[in-house]
């Protein structure tokens, strides 16, 4: 499979096909991470989902700060009127983005990666430049994906692709663009604790606890996830709210910049306390433990079968 690939070059050159010392090649360790992607996305998509409107309630239709229980509770009644709709909105764009969103961010950090002799397993300064060099590319999805569910209370449905897009047309696709500033943020901080954070971690608790118990590495993955988890959420929730604000306003209408954004939650938390700035925390730290654990299941099953297929073939180097 890899040296059948390996011969024809194309867009990426030989060498991104050519198997390394460490088992894999660029290409295989950039298959298995989409791989986990896509596991992931599907199955953490609900969560993904409930977790936006919690955020998005924060405000009623007439543009007051409700109490954070109050948005909780508008959010369960969408999700109990529509479970299915709720729990599916988003994914098709989420799905899409594995492609536009991920190719890039894993393309950029795992290239870089590749560059500086760290194989499949990414340090920090591939993190840094892949979250910055990416955003451009991610943000656009995210910002439809918000869309989507943006009018849920009102009207019940999950608001179509392609009206987004023509809204959008009509904006010279400007729009799609809000939220970058705070994505980069967020995706920073989404790389380094948890593309590269949780790995190391993992490790380190197979050897000290995994080795000495019958703990598998699925356990060990969701014990790493759920110590990486609650740090990277209360890094990012502020940065999810920020994106929520900006994403989910009327694409024909003005804009919310980052300071609006920024005196909004201000206005929520001198109102609400910290409940305010860290809504949907707890469901985020679900998420996150839910997302990193299957993210990263997928892609070391998927690494795991291309060494074994890459050793039975003997394309490992010496």
């Known amino acids: 499979m890899a040296a059948a690939v390996k011969k024809s070059g194309g867009l990426f050159g030989e060498e991104y096909f050519v198997v390394k010392k460490s088992g894999l090649s660029q290409f295989q360790a950039m298959t298995a991470y989409l791989g986990g992607s896509c596991f992931q996305t599907i199955m953490d998509n609900p969560i993904t989902a409930y977790r936006q409107l919690v955020q998005q309630y924060a405000k009623d239709l007439q543009g007051n700060v409700v109490d954070p229980k109050i948005a909780q509770q508008e959010a369960r009644a969408v999700f109990r009127s529509h479970p299915v709709q709720a729990s599916l909105s988003g994914v098709g764009p989420r799905l899409v983005g594995v492609g536009f969103k991920r190719i890039p961010k894993f393309g950029i950090l795992l290239g870089i990666s590749f560059f500086l002799g760290e ?154 306390g910290l409940r305010g700035v860290f809504r949907g925390q707890g469901i985020g730290i679900a998420k996150a433990v839910v997302s990193l654990t299957l993210f990263h299941e997928g892609r070391m099953f998927l690494q795991d079968a291309f060494k074994d297929y890459n050793k039975s073939k003997g394309l490992i180097p010496e």
């Open 119 to 272: 194989g499949e397993s990414p340090g920090m300064y591939a993190a840094t430049g892949a979250s910055i060099m990416s955003a451009p590319f991610i943000n656009p999805i995210r910002m439809i994906e918000k869309q989507q569910r943006a009018y849920f209370k009102q009207t019940g449905q999950v608001k179509p692709i392609i009206d987004i897009l023509k809204e959008s047309a009509a904006e010279r696709f400007v729009p799609l663009f809000r939220g970058t500033i705070p994505l980069m943020g967020h995706s920073l901080a989404s790389a380094v604790l948890g593309l590269v954070g949780q790995p190391k971690l993992q490790k380190y608790i197979q050897k000290e606890i995994g080795d000495r118990t019958s703990l598998g590495r699925t356990a060990t993955g969701l014990i790493a996830s759920s110590v990486v988890s609650p740090i990277y959420v209360f890094v990012t929730n502020p940065l999810s709210r920020l994106e929520v604000i900006m994403q989910t306003s009327s694409i024909k209408g003005k804009s919310i910049g980052v300071l609006e954004a920024c005196k909004e939650m201000a206005k929520d938390s001198s109102k609400f």
